[in-house]
């Protein structure tokens, strides 16, 4: 039988990721008064920031399952989102078509990768107790 291209764990590690950068996108538009008015230009944000999480975090395992349950691993993808955020700030101003603001860089690392450590945080506290329970 073929074995599946991702785990269990890997999609719900993914999910919740995206869930996450999508939070973060919104409370940045939120933040500066223009969540009602943004609509699709939300995405300019998102999608270069869930392209570059994407490209970045697999080489700092932040996709291993076995990372991702163990609280001592929980910088892998904290300092992921760290090294992604410049990227995706590039990616951004591409698709725009304007310069890129370095302090967007560090509020977007910032506050993504704060994010991403609290979402990833709980899934690895969840995953030890899962273990404890379950063996």
């Not at 590690?13 to 919104?26: E, Q, S």
């Not at 410049?86 to 704060?114: D, E, K």
């Amino acid at each position: 039988m073929k074995q599946p291209r991702f785990t269990r764990e890997q999609v719900i590690l993914l999910i919740g990721d995206i869930l996450t950068l999508a939070l973060v996108t919104l409370l940045g538009f939120a933040t500066h008064e223009e969540l009602t008015t943004a609509g699709p230009r939300m995405l300019t944000t998102f999608f270069p920031l869930l392209l570059a999480w994407v490209l970045v975090a697999p080489h700092l395992q932040a996709f291993s399952p076995q990372a991702a349950a163990d609280l001592r691993q929980i910088w892998r993808p904290f300092w992921a989102m760290i090294l992604a955020a410049p990227l995706a700030a590039w990616l951004r101003g591409v698709m725009l078509g304007s310069v890129i603001l370095p302090v967007f860089v560090v509020v977007i690392a910032g506050t993504s990768s704060l994010a991403i450590l609290i979402w990833r945080g709980i899934y690895a506290f969840i995953a030890t107790r899962k273990k404890w329970l379950y063996g």
